[in-house]
């Protein structure tokens, strides 16, 4: 089944947006097995029209094989083998799972926001993470969160400030931390997003804007909050236009 996502309106019906170049999306997985203790199970989007190499199924596939392999090396550390994957059936509750899930996919742009876990055996907590991918159909190319802006204007201070709002209303005024820490306005704090048809869908780390029993915690930003900052000849400047 493909992840549950949004797409523009008449682009499509039934199902996220198919284009005459890029397709419809589908879903690949990897998982095996790493020594005898380790496991991992993981599923990423693919756009159908599209071939493997291509440099934005390249792009989608990144976060999963990066994660995979740092999981690798590490059970390889842990157990002092040097064999690394092996097939078969591992014996331990060390495990990596995690998947994509499309946010947005229209002619232009395809954003994919990651989850995945860690759970090493033995261990008092459990490794969330959150990573994200945004690609310009276009082009091919990974898109950061400032390309969407006009250059000098102040949309990290207005997306920290939304953010903060959202947060607050999600996880209450004693749920984030006091001094207002992951909030900054500093791109690498609001560098894990997605895009939909009405807003900006910010992530962070755990830990990172409040305690662990917050998990991954997520804010949403409505295009229309974002109005005269969001770059109108940019990437997401359609998304903004039709908000407004």
């Known amino acids: 089944t493909i992840p549950e996502g949004t797409m523009s ?3 499509g019906s039934g199902g996220f947006a198919p284009g005459a170049e890029h397709g419809s999306v589908y879903v690949d997985s990897m998982a095996g097995t790493v020594g005898r203790t380790g496991s991992y199970d993981l599923s990423h989007p693919q756009l159908d029209g599209l071939s493997l190499n291509h440099p934005v199924n390249v792009a989608l596939r990144r976060p999963t094989e990066a ?12 157990s002092g083998e040097e064999s690394g994957e092996e097939s078969g059936e591992a014996i331990g509750g060390d495990s990596l799972r995690g998947s994509g899930t499309v946010h947005l996919l229209d002619d232009r742009l395809v954003s994919v926001v990651y989850e995945f876990r860690i759970e090493w055996s033995g261990a008092a907590d459990v490794d969330d993470r959150v990573d994200s991918v945004l690609v310009d159909l276009r082009t091919g190319a990974e898109v ?3 390309d969407l802006f006009v250059p000098g204007s102040p949309w990290l201070e207005t997306i920290g400030f939304f953010a903060r709002q959202d947060l607050v209303a999600r996880l209450g005024a004693m749920g984030l931390w006091p001094d207002g820490r992951g909030l900054e306005s500093e791109a690498s704090n609001y560098s894990v997003f997605g895009l939909t048809v009405a807003e900006l869908v910010v ?3 755990r830990y990172q804007v ?3 029993a917050a998990g991954t915690p997520e804010a949403m930003v409505r295009w229309a909050s974002l109005a005269g900052l969001v770059d109108p000849d940019g990437p997401a400047g359609h998304l903004a236009a039709s908000a407004g």
């Open 9 to 11: 309106e008449g682009t």
């Open 67 to 78: 994660v995979r392999a740092e999981f690798v090396a590490a059970m390889s550390e842990r």
């Open 203 to 205: 992530r962070f780390g």
């Open 144 to 146: 950061s969160l400032g």
């Open 210 to 212: 409040a305690p662990g």
